[in-house]
């Protein structure tokens, strides 16, 4: 069965860009929340021994395993690119693929940024890997770009932008331009290297 990961940081160590109390309801209330319900749904079936990828890559088409393992695998990623010490300009590979593929750092910002405004309601902004170049683009609830038929096919997410209204709203209620600004200043590029 699958559990809550441990963050690498403390709650308060995102502040001012995410609060405390966004991030604790978010990791222990929201994420906790998926991982009960695709356990639910995966218990006692053929998938249950399955990872996560697999899960989404495969076996989406059953809406609770879909929306709540979509959920896990977002935000376990989510975590993993934020960091205390992250933001400033990409480097190594990163910034070789952003540079390639949108002339610069702020073209890739200014997509970005884009993608995560635009997502009506509930959803993802996403970069991906794909082939050898880096797309963005944008998901629905908690669909991702490992479900079949999102991006293009053995599309590696690299960075995922929650734009969730329980991600932001304690903070900065309806501002998501705002947020979507602040996260740029906690983004792990050394993370987001290593899944490349
Ligand atoms: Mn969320």
């Given at each position: 069965?699958?559990?809550l990961p441990?963050?690498l940081?403390?709650y308060?160590?995102?502040?001012?860009?995410?609060d405390?109390?966004t991030?604790?309801i978010?990791?222990?209330?929201?994420?906790?929340?998926?991982?009960?319900?695709?356990?639910?749904?995966i218990?006692?079936?053929?998938?249950?021994n399955l990872?996560?990828?697999?899960i989404?890559?495969?076996?989406?088409e059953?809406?609770?395993?879909?929306n709540?393992?979509?959920?896990h695998?977002?935000?376990?990623?989510?975590w993993n690119?934020?960091?205390?010490?992250g933001?400033?300009?990409?480097?190594?590979?990163?910034?070789?693929?952003i540079?390639?593929?949108?002339?610069?750092?702020?073209?890739f910002?200014?997509k970005f940024?884009?993608?995560?405004m635009?997502?009506?309601?509930s959803g993802w902004?996403?970069?991906?890997?794909?082939?050898?170049?880096?797309?963005?683009?944008s998901?629905?609830n908690?669909d991702?770009?490992?479900?079949?038929g999102?991006?293009?096919?053995?599309?590696?997410?690299l960075?995922?932008?929650?734009v969730w209204?329980?991600?932001y709203?304690?903070?900065?209620?309806n501002?998501?331009p705002?947020?979507?600004?602040?996260?740029?200043n906690l983004?792990n590029w050394?993370?987001?290297?290593?899944?490349?």
């Amino acid at each position: 069965a699958f559990s809550l990961p441990k963050l690498l940081y403390s709650y308060n160590d995102l502040e001012p860009y995410i609060d405390a109390k966004t991030m604790e309801i978010h990791h222990s209330k929201h994420h906790n929340a998926y991982i009960t319900n695709l356990n639910n749904a995966i218990s006692g079936t053929s998938i249950e021994n399955l990872s996560i990828e697999d899960i989404c890559k495969n076996h989406s088409e059953n809406m609770p395993i879909r929306n709540n393992g979509g959920g896990h695998y977002n935000h376990s990623l989510f975590w993993n690119i934020l960091s205390p010490e992250g933001g400033g300009n990409p480097n190594d590979k990163i910034a070789e693929l952003i540079n390639s593929s949108f002339g610069c750092y702020d073209n890739f910002k200014e997509k970005f940024t884009n993608a995560a405004m635009t997502r009506f309601g509930s959803g993802w902004a996403w970069l991906c890997k794909v082939d050898n170049h880096v797309e963005i683009c944008s998901t629905p609830n908690q669909d991702n770009p490992l479900m079949p038929g999102i991006c293009k096919d053995d599309s590696i997410p690299l960075l995922g932008l929650d734009v969730w209204e329980h991600a932001y709203y304690l903070n900065y209620q309806n501002r998501r331009p705002d947020y979507v600004s602040a996260f740029f200043n906690l983004i792990n590029w050394k993370e987001v290297n290593n899944k490349i």
